[in-house]
């Protein structure tokens, strides 16, 4: 068996399944056969020409799989294992890596430096898992094994949407007590409410316009829920915090409206953590910045990742805290990916995350 079925950009506008060959992988390497993946918002980005990749990438960077093939030079793993790695996945050998940030990791350097995102490589640089088989870059430092008690699905959301959720709650500083508001509740804010939750806010607010995705926030941690089609969200989180503003405010959709309105929520110095990906410039108001002297502090993340990362999210997991398993709304094979895509880009049926099978 040398060639695989794969998704693969064409054009903008276009993923499909093609037929390519199994990859060959270095020392380093290893080839795992891909069990279950999924479709990420930043697919879409991807499929629509937003975000540019090179025609015939395979792309998706989520993987769980099993171990078909490990490099000469990986040690710690062994053939036919159970693993996840992470979306972004780390060499550990760039210098913005070495200082602390494993997502910037990857040494894509130009004229001016290394280039942001230098660690998400899945998809984006090479490619990636949305495929029955996928090579993993630097293998040992970015397998994590998955214990036999969970399945695929309860570990299906620790590559990306989990470790970037998380991040936002991480960046936000958020400490016991505080006030959080987290503005969109798809897959990665769900996951920021439930990070948010599990860094000891005491009253989460959540704002989206869909009722249901509302009702499943209530499960993993929201205390307050805003439909910004019934109420004036800024309004309402001023009076709901007595006029002080929140502690934390966590944008997860990347536009200027949800952007703006988490600035507004912000106490004086407070913290606007953003997880969006966004398409078009930003504008920050006068008025919202307190011209610049409301202490305020606003910080972007990008999913961490490094096998180190992916085992301690398999931990809350495995520790029943949080339960994301009820995120995957749909399931398709991999044959099906391109009626998988169409559905999710289109945010139909009431779909959060879909799984994508291969066997």
Request: hydrophobic share 40%; charged share 20%; proline share 4%.
């Amino acid at each position: 068996m040398t060639m695989m079925k794969a998704a693969i950009f064409v054009e903008p506008g276009r993923i499909e399944l093609a037929d390519k060959k199994i990859p060959d992988i270095g020392p380093n390497d290893a080839l795992i056969r891909i069990t279950t993946t999924t479709i990420c918002g930043t697919d879409v980005h991807i499929m629509k020409g937003e975000y540019p990749v090179a025609p015939g990438l395979t792309v998706g960077h989520e993987p769980v799989g099993i171990i078909e093939k490990l490099g000469a030079n990986v040690r710690g793993y062994e053939e036919g294992q159970r693993v996840i790695a992470g979306a972004i996945c780390p060499g550990f050998t760039s210098y913005a890596c070495q200082d602390g940030h494993s997502a910037q990791d990857g040494g894509h350097q130009h004229a001016h430096g290394y280039k942001p995102m230098g660690g998400w490589r899945f998809g984006n640089t090479i490619d990636g898992v949305q495929a029955e088989f996928a090579l993993v870059p630097d293998a040992e430092a970015n397998l994590t094994p998955v214990p036999d008690g969970l399945t695929d699905e309860q570990v299906l959301m620790c590559p990306d949407i989990m470790s970037t959720g998380f991040a936002g709650a991480e960046s936000a500083n958020i400490k016991i007590g505080d006030l959080v508001a987290i503005f969109a509740q798809g897959p990665i804010g769900l996951c920021a409410t439930a990070g948010a939750r599990l860094r000891g806010a005491s009253q989460i607010i959540v704002v989206d316009g869909i009722e249901e995705r509302l009702n499943v926030a209530r499960s993993m941690g929201a205390d307050i829920t805003l439909n910004f089609n019934k109420v004036d969200v800024v309004g309402e989180i001023l009076k709901l915090t007595g006029g002080r503003g929140v502690d934390a405010s966590i944008e997860a959709l990347g536009l200027q409206s949800t952007f703006e309105a988490a600035l507004r929520v912000l106490k004086p110095g407070g913290t606007l953590s953003s997880l969006g990906v966004y398409s078009s410039d930003l504008t920050i108001p006068l008025g919202a910045l307190h011209a610049g002297l409301g202490d305020h502090r606003i910080v972007t993340s990008l999913c961490p990742g490094g096998k180190e990362r992916m085992r301690r999210l398999i931990n809350i997991v495995a520790s029943g805290r949080v339960d994301f398993s009820g995120l995957v709304t749909h399931q398709f094979r991999l044959d099906d990916i391109v009626a998988a895509y169409d559905l999710f880009s289109h945010q139909r049926d009431g779909v959060l995350k879909v799984a994508i099978t291969t066997g």
